[in-house]
């Protein structure tokens, strides 16, 4: 019986040809999906059905525009309003098309169209996510810069800064480095200073001084960065298409495909509700 190196030597065989069956395992394995803001941090999510043009138009009303004055006794009260400022959001396209050849879905060892779909569909969450930080987060009235290594002071000022202007902060995002930062806190570490070991049991600790704490991927956060918001004043998110997904054949090609796209928008409702904390 001629060896394997005998086989292709002689001509017998081809050079780089399998002559040991293998399997392949019969499902894709994909990285591990990041770890996003959830919706639940959007103050307004306004859908379609609420934009019936290009774009929706905000009114504000002025803070302390009202002011109320000491009358003499037979004087004439002052004369008072509300002023107003205003702001437009207009929703912009995204999105991408995938196309597969019948050859490629007949021959194919997985369903290629549906498992980029899926891919797509993650890619969309994370651009999403992307597109609430830097339309709306970044946008924040207070940044706290210079940051070497995230402290309890920086969290508190943040805080300050926040109720400062009537606001009440609810939530702290962190990258991964200022999470690292966090866990490296004795305070938050030491179950006698905390009166819990939460941060044992769970790698950090879910709420520090009554704000929910979120850590973001790095690819959707820079890791140095983190916000401290009052969810119910600090993001506005306009859609105007949700995601769609439109199937289509292209016969003289002899392919299929699919082109997913949607509209949307995101601002910062009040800016004096966010504060950003930088290196």
């Known amino acids: 019986m001629k060896t394997t190196q005998e086989l292709l030597s002689t001509g017998i065989a081809t ?13 894709l394995i994909r990285e591990r999906d990041k770890v996003r803001l959830p919706a639940e941090l959007i103050a307004m999510n306004i859908g379609p059905e609420s934009v019936p043009g290009e774009s929706i138009n905000f009114n504000l009303v002025t803070k302390d525009s ?22 437009n959001i207009k929703p912009v396209k995204k999105g991408l098309s995938l196309e597969i050849t019948t050859e490629m879905q007949e021959d194919g060892k997985f369903a290629l169209l549906q498992d980029n779909l899926k891919s797509v569909g993650m890619a969309l969450a994370d651009e999403d996510n992307t597109d609430m930080i830097a339309d709306a987060l970044n946008n924040g009235t207070n940044t706290i810069s210079g940051i070497t290594a995230l402290t309890i002071a920086n969290i508190t000022t943040a805080m300050d800064y926040i109720e400062d202007e009537d606001f009440v902060p609810t939530d702290l995002i962190v990258g991964n480095e200022l999470m ?53 004043n600090a993001v ?26 949607t509209r949307y928008k995101y601002r910062q409702k009040f800016a004096d509700a966010i504060c950003l904390l930088t290196a």
């Open 15 to 27: 050079a780089g040809t399998v002559l040991m069956d293998s399997v392949i395992y019969p499902t």
């Open 66 to 87: 009202i002011k109320v004055s000491r009358v003499a006794e037979g004087a004439i009260f002052p004369l008072e309003a509300d002023s107003y400022t205003s702001f």
């Open 180 to 232: 690292y930062d966090l866990r490296n806190i004795d305070t938050f570490v030491e179950a006698d200073k905390l009166g819990s070991t939460e941060m044992l049991r769970t790698g950090f600790v879910g709420t520090l001084f009554g704000l929910r704490v979120f850590r973001v991927s790095s690819s959707i956060l820079t890791a140095t960065s983190g916000f401290v918001i009052d969810r119910e």
């Open 236 to 261: 506005i998110k306009v859609t105007k298409r949700p995601i769609t997904v439109k199937n289509f054949d292209e016969v003289k090609q002899d392919l299929s495909g699919s082109v997913v796209s």
